[in-house]
């Protein structure tokens, strides 16, 4: 069965630091999805893809986050400079039609 | 905010059916009701979605009120693996542009 690739699967930075989470989605999704999870929390959109087109940024922090696809394909989350309080989950999600996949997510520290 | 409420914590006993309800007194026409499931540490699992009849499937089966108002996830024989978080999200198709937004779920503890 097809799945979505994360990687890496654990980050540890220092602040000031530039961190990057890339996306594999599942092949032939043209939906992709980034979401952060804070310890507790249920997961927070971020960024919305449908191809290579943004068509949801309303919650990323633009001024340290960027997020691209450039092909449509793949994706790349950034991060810098990373601050204590992005310590969390990246979790990415492809979809079509009506459901969406998720990958095993990224956990990121912050020291 | 989610458009959807549910209990913070449940508990269910090993080989019952666990039934995890879910308020979305919102709801639009055209909104799928899904759930995910989310096991410590694992990323977010699909588990159903339904418009506005009973679904069933091989994890579980979903229930949908007649005025859609809220449903009920049933896992027929609860085991000890199924101990996660559950999401209960509403929305329209996700080819759609509209915001995907979970809220803290229900925290599932099947007891031996």
């Known amino acids: 069965e097809a799945e979505v690739a994360q990687s890496p699967r654990y980050k540890i930075t220092e602040k000031s630091q530039a961190v990057a989470f890339w996306c594999d989605p599942i092949?032939?999704?043209?939906?992709l999805y980034w979401y952060r999870q804070i310890l507790g929390q249920g997961p927070e959109l971020l960024v919305q893809f449908q191809d290579e087109s943004v068509v949801d940024d309303s919650q990323l922090p633009k001024d340290r986050f960027s997020a691209e696809r450039l092909k449509g394909v793949d994706s790349t989350l950034k991060i810098q400079p990373a601050e204590l309080g992005d310590s969390a989950m990246y979790l990415c999600a492809s979809g079509k039609s009506e459901t969406q996949y998720f990958g095993p997510g990224t956990r990121l520290l912050v020291l | 905010d989610a458009k959807t409420t549910q209990p913070p914590s449940m508990d269910c006993a090993e080989g019952r059916a666990a039934n995890l309800p879910c308020n979305h007194s919102t709801i639009s026409g055209n909104e799928y009701v899904y759930w995910y499931r989310q096991i410590h540490s694992q990323g977010p699992q699909y588990i159903i979605h339904?418009?506005?009849n009973n679904e069933t499937n091989e994890m579980a089966s979903l229930i949908i009120t007649e005025d859609r108002k809220s449903s009920t996830l049933i896992l027929p024989h609860a085991t000890l693996r199924d101990t996660a978080v559950y999401y209960c999200?509403?929305?329209?198709?996700?080819?759609?542009?509209?915001?995907?937004?979970f809220g803290p779920g229900t925290s599932l503890s099947v007891i031996p």
């Open positions: 339904g418009l506005k």
């Open positions: 092949s032939g999704h043209a939906t």
């Open positions: 999200i509403v929305r329209v198709a996700v080819t759609s542009y509209d915001k995907v937004i």
